[in-house]
């Protein structure tokens, strides 16, 4: 799903929803992984740079849907969609190829970003990582991810069908627990959300 598809989503979801009147509309956050990250960053005011992408596509021989559509230059209508509803962010190991540090600079809200450490765009999020304007967690998941294998699924569950279909997704470096990684992940992620969209709006609205 793009930026477009998630702001629809949350319109429907404070609009015509059947839970729309159990949603505090001052509490939304987004979590996003690989390209979800992008769609994250783009909503929460990253704007990409398509000249710079098609040279990375090109300097790197990137494969995959994007790269192709960026060199046909069936490419989304700017501006694209940011959302100030999103007040924090998670993303896992984004699809960051299209932005420049300039594009960042209208990124507010608070991010906690991740990273595969041996995950194919680990370079890529640390750019991220450099190029926020604003004070960010960041986290670099250690003996994670498979450059062999040139992916970052770490940060993927992987039920046995998964397991079976695509072994790729499911193959960690030797010593990665990835059951035990996601326990810890999944309570970090909750402690990030609950600071900045529950605790904090909480006092604002208490005061």
Known sequence: MGPTDIQRLIDFMLGAALAASNINPGRIGFFGFSLGGYTGLVLIGADPDWASALVLCEQYALAGDLCAQIRGKELPALPLAHDPRIKAAV???????????DGFAAVKVPVQLWASEHGDPRERVDAVDRSLPAPHEYHVVPNSGHAALGGHFAFMLCPPELAKKRP?????????????????????VLAFFRVHLVNRWAYQETR
């Open 168 to 188: 790729e997704f499911c193959t960690d470096t030797p010593g990665f627990e990835r059951v035990a990684f996601h326990k810890q992940f999944n309570a970090d």
């Open 91 to 101: 993303l896992a190991d984004p699809g960051p190829i299209f932005f420049t540090t």
